[in-house]
């Protein structure tokens, strides 16, 4: 399993840089998790986007879904000019439900799945495994756990610090989880949906992952410095995610 980052950074994105996206690649499924500003054009330098599986939206913060609109339209015209065959499937959140009406009408392009529907259980989608489950956000939000062969990666979306991450992360080979936050920052920002570099590593610490990549950064921060308060918590190394980079695991 390969996981290429196609952007990482929220609530915009710098110069040569997109918002949150990730290429998972199996040996039989292409699937993009998030699809915000640019990413969709970050998808295009490693695949033909025809070739693209499915898409998951963890939740409707346009750092994380931006790019929908130009996903819709260019599965519709390779579908209108015969180049793909079948639409797109998607997962997103029912919430909230007039995002989710809208994406759920664009029929010509996309099959979906909302989330919700698939909670509890295991969801195949080719040789991978599905599943889902909540997180805490200010906005309906859910992270996910993909099995491939017995490899587990487990990405959390957006999410503050809760005890329950610690079991839905659980021995995960590679655990993919925001770090928005830097140490010095007001509590009161950590109330309102997401973790510091330390917390991220606590939890990859607590869940007993044996790798761990933080993502989801404010571009004007120093990447290194929240690398270190990660590594604090984690109490091993830690990998940050940057343009381009590719995971295997």
């Given amino acids: 399993m390969k996981i290429t980052v196609l952007g990482c950074y929220a609530p915009y994105a710098p110069k040569d840089g997109a918002c949150n996206g990730y290429l998972l690649q199996s040996d039989r499924i292409n699937l993009m998790l998030d699809c915000g500003h640019g990413s969709f054009s970050q998808l295009q330098k490693y695949i033909d986007f025809r070739q693209l599986?499915?898409?998951?939206?963890?939740?409707?913060?346009?750092?994380?879904y931006g790019d929908i609109h130009a996903i819709r339209h260019a599965f519709a015209g390779a579908i209108r000019d015969g180049s793909r065959k079948d639409p797109l499937v998607v997962y997103i959140?029912?919430?909230?439900q007039n995002i989710y009406e809208e994406i759920n009408s664009w029929e010509e392009a996309f099959v979906v799945i909302p989330i919700e529907d698939a909670l509890g259980s295991i969801n195949p989608l080719g040789d991978l495994k599905l599943e889902f489950f909540p997180v805490k956000h200010p906005l309906t939000n859910y992270g996910v756990k993909i099995n491939y062969n017995n490899?587990?990666?487990?990405?959390?979306?957006?999410?503050?610090?809760?005890?329950?991450?610690?079991?839905?992360?659980?021995?995960?080979?590679?655990l993919?989880?925001?770090?928005?936050?830097?140490?010095?920052?007001?509590?009161?920002?950590?109330?309102?949906g997401h973790m510091t570099a330390k917390q991220a590593g606590m939890l990859g610490r607590d869940a007993l992952v044996k790798r761990l990549v933080i993502t989801h950064f404010w571009p004007e921060f120093n990447l290194y410095q929240l690398q270190r308060e990660a590594e604090v918590g984690f109490e091993g190394p830690v990998e940050?995610?940057?343009?381009?980079?590719?995971?295997?695991?």
């Fill in 176 to 192: 993919l989880t925001e770090a928005s936050l830097r140490g010095d920052v007001d509590d009161a920002l950590t109330r309102k």
């Fill in 93 to 96: 959140p029912k919430v909230p």
């Fill in 151 to 174: 490899k587990i990666f487990t990405y959390t979306s957006d999410t503050m610090w809760d005890h329950d991450l610690i079991s839905s992360c659980w021995q995960s080979d590679l």
């Fill in 53 to 64: 599986h499915s898409l998951i939206i963890t939740h409707f913060h346009p750092d994380h």
């Fill in 240 to 249: 940050f995610a940057e343009m381009g980079k590719v995971f295997q695991i």
